[in-house]
Each structure stands twice: as C-alpha cells, then as structure tokens.
C-alpha cells in the first residue's frame, strides 16, 4: 500500500487505525490537519445504507489489523462456524474474533513496541528477527498463547533497526495482557484479552452480519 494512501484510508473511513506509526501520534497525523474523507467535498457521502455501514465497519477493523480481505474473512467465517456448531453465545462471538487477530504475531510485536506499527511489525517477523520461546519464527499470521515468551534474536540485536528501540518502549504503553522486560528485549503473553481492554474502534456485531448475508 503507497505511503499516502493509508493516511487516506483512515480518514476515508473516519478512524486513526495507526498505520503510519509515529506520524500517528504527532501533529502532522493527517487525521487531525484533515479530519474528513479524501476528494472534493461536495461530492462526499455523508449517510450510508445498512451494507454500507457493516462494510464501513468491516473495512475499519480489517485495515487496523492490516489484514488482506482473504485473512480477514477466513477469521470472521471460523468464528461463526465455531458459534455455530458448539452453540457460541452472540456476546463470546467478538471476544473470540478480537482474541484470534490479537494473537497475530504481527500484532503481539506491535502492542510489546518492538515495532511501531503493524505493517512495520510484519516486516521484521518476515526477516527472522524475533523468537517465540527460543525458535526462530518468520510468520507473521502465527498464533501466539499464553506463556508464549517473545525475544529479539541474538544475530538481530546489534542492527541498526533496533538501535533505539529502547525509545520506542519509552513510549509505549503495553497492555495488561502482556508484559515486556526492556532490559532483556524479551516479552511474556501473560493472559488473553478481553473485547474491553482492546476496544477496537468498530461495532463489530455488524461486521458478523456483513458477513452472515
């Protein structure tokens, strides 16, 4: 995806998703300079129909979790097969879709700040730099558990793109859920998340029912 574009999808959808790491936080965030949709204003919409509002949903969280239409869907669809068959409450249903995308190793990298975004966080996994429980792992859709403990590879540890990473965690603010030793550049999954401590910026009852047609 350009640079440029993914400011245009937060503000097109009307959400910081966080895409640009940093530039997320500082001022020049586009999404406070120019907090409405790309194009000339006159010809945006500004009501939607029900599609357009579980779509507008579904694409919010999806482009959060910086996640192709395939993933995305395949995880949505488990989750209303597994509701299905063993009887799943409405309620659990967005726990357990929130707890499978927060347990994306891409994403797990991100909230310790080892990375300051998704897409940046995808990227070091695909290069080998980070272990799971002292195994090298490169796949960033990998799922992580509990007690599962996060390192920097040796060989890694001396590059430059981790040279301040020690600043990133400054300002980092890591979640409940999970634990980080910045010293030893490790982390710990301490317990699985719940839908209040993540609170992603979507309803996501309507991403069920966009998907449910």
């Given at each position: 995806?350009?640079?440029?574009s993914?400011?245009?999808?937060?503000?097109?959808?009307?959400?910081?998703?966080?895409?640009?790491?940093?530039?997320c936080?500082?001022?020049?965030?586009?999404?406070?300079?120019?907090?409405?949709?790309?194009?000339?204003?006159?010809?945006?919409?500004?009501?939607?129909?029900?599609?357009?509002?579980?779509?507008?949903?579904?694409?919010?969280?999806?482009?959060?979790?910086?996640l192709?239409?395939?993933?995305?869907?395949?995880?949505?669809k488990?989750?209303?097969?597994?509701?299905?068959?063993?009887?799943?409450?409405?309620?659990?249903a967005?726990?357990?879709?929130?707890?499978?995308?927060?347990?994306?190793?891409?994403?797990?990298?991100?909230?310790?700040?080892?990375?300051?975004?998704?897409?940046?966080?995808?990227?070091?996994?695909?290069?080998?730099?980070?272990?799971?429980?002292?195994?090298?792992?490169?796949?960033?859709?990998?799922?992580?558990?509990?007690?599962?403990?996060?390192?920097?590879?040796?060989?890694?540890?001396g590059?430059?793109?981790?040279?301040?990473i020690?600043?990133?965690?400054?300002?980092?603010?890591?979640?409940?859920?999970?634990?980080?030793?910045?010293?030893?550049l490790?982390?710990?999954?301490?317990?699985?998340?719940?839908?209040?401590?993540?609170?992603?910026?979507?309803?996501?009852?309507?991403?069920?029912?966009?998907?449910?047609?």
């Open positions: 995806m350009p640079i440029n993914k400011c245009k999808t937060c503000r097109r959808l009307g959400t910081k998703l966080f895409l640009k790491g940093d530039k936080f500082s001022p020049k965030c586009p999404m406070l300079r120019r907090p409405y949709p790309p194009g000339r204003r006159k010809k945006r919409r500004t009501t939607f129909s029900e599609y357009g509002k579980e779509l507008r949903e579904k694409q919010k969280l999806r482009n959060w979790y910086n192709r239409e395939t993933q995305f869907k395949n995880y949505v488990e989750i209303l097969k597994k509701r299905g068959r063993s009887g799943t409450e409405k309620e659990d967005p726990t357990l879709l929130i707890q499978k995308l927060e347990r994306r190793f891409d994403n797990i990298i991100f909230r310790m700040g080892f990375a300051d975004s998704r897409p940046r966080a995808r990227q070091l996994i695909s290069h080998g730099h980070f272990l799971i429980n002292g195994k090298k792992v490169n796949i960033p859709s990998f799922q992580v558990k509990k007690g599962d403990k996060i390192s920097i590879s040796e060989s890694s540890r590059k430059n793109i981790f040279k301040d020690s600043i990133t965690f400054k300002k980092k603010q890591i979640p409940s859920w999970l634990s980080v030793n910045a010293q030893k490790e982390g710990e999954i301490k317990s699985l998340p719940t839908l209040i401590e993540v609170a992603p910026p979507v309803e996501i009852s309507m991403i069920f029912e966009f998907y449910s047609r």
